[in-house]
C-alpha cells in the first residue's frame, strides 16, 4: 500500500488549505487514520486522527480549525485546515496503521507567512 500526499503551499495566515492523501489500496475504511506535522529539528507530532469507527481525535491547538474526513469510496483523507497561522508551518504527513501494519505518505510543506 503507499500514500500519496497532497495540497500543500505557501498561505497567508488566516488563509485555509486542504490536504489530501490517495492510498494506492482501500485501508482507511479498515485502519485507523492519521495526519502528522513535522519541523526541522523537531520530532513528529500528531495532529489529528480518526480511527476506524469514525471517532476523531485533534490536538489542542487545531481544535475548531481543523478537520479530518476521509472517503472510502476514493480510497482518501483528507485534512481541511482553516484560520491558518505561521505556527501551522510544517511537512505535513499522512499515516494509517492498523494491527502493527505502519504506513506514511511522503509529505507535503504547508507554510504559513504572516
Known amino acids: 500500500v503507499q500514500l500519496q500526499a497532497s495540497g500543500g503551499g505557501l498561505v497567508q495566515a488566516g488563509g485555509s488549505l486542504r490536504l489530501s492523501c490517495a492510498a494506492s489500496g482501500n485501508i482507511f475504511a479498515s485502519n485507523d487514520a492519521a495526519w502528522y506535522r513535522q519541523t526541522p529539528g523537531n520530532q513528529r507530532e500528531l495532529v489529528a486522527a480518526m480511527w476506524i469507527d469514525g471517532t476523531r481525535y485533534y490536538r489542542q491547538s487545531v481544535k475548531g480549525r481543523f478537520a479530518i474526513s476521509r472517503d472510502d469510496a476514493k480510497n482518501t483523507l483528507a485534512l481541511q485546515m482553516n484560520s491558518l497561522k505561521p505556527e501551522d508551518t510544517a511537512v505535513y504527513y499522512c499515516?494509517?496503521?492498523?494491527?502493527?501494519?505502519?504506513?506514511w505518505g511522503q509529505g507535503t510543506l504547508v507554510t504559513v507567512s504572516s
Open positions: 499515516n494509517s496503521a492498523r494491527g502493527g501494519n505502519v504506513y
